[in-house]
């Protein structure tokens, strides 16, 4: 089984920025993608960055340029650091895992919001 753990959401005024952390653990292989999603208020989820074992990274149009996706594959942990923080950015944030044998796994979800 697999377990993810988050960290680090928060309240943060426009402009500011915010580290959040995932601790992945259980039967994790070593061919796999690590992410983060959010869900805004009423509004479905979406991908906000993902970064392969390899270390190949993709963002959504609106973080470009402000986050940053890392992870490291010996302690199987991934992180987002956001800067330049918008109204818009705030939203429960998802830790994903998926891994190449197709398991799919969610940490619990992290609330950042970012007032104005």
């Known amino acids: 089984q697999v377990q993810l753990v988050e960290s680090g959401g928060g309240s943060v005024q426009a402009g500011g920025s915010l580290r959040l952390s995932c601790a992945a653990s259980g039967s994790i292989l070593r061919i796999n993608v690590m992410g983060w999603y959010r869900q805004p208020p009423g509004k479905q989820r979406e991908l906000v960055a993902r970064?392969?074992?390899?270390?190949?990274?993709n963002y959504v149009d609106s973080v470009k340029g402000r986050f940053t996706i890392s992870r490291d594959n010996a302690k199987n942990t991934v992180n987002l650091q956001m800067n330049s923080l918008k109204p818009e950015d705030t939203a429960v944030y998802y830790c994903?895992?998926?891994?190449?044998?197709?398991?799919?796994?969610w940490g619990q979800g992290t609330q950042v919001t970012v007032s104005s």
């Open positions: 994903s895992l998926a891994q190449v044998n197709g398991g799919n796994y």
């Open positions: 970064i392969t074992s390899g270390g190949t990274t």
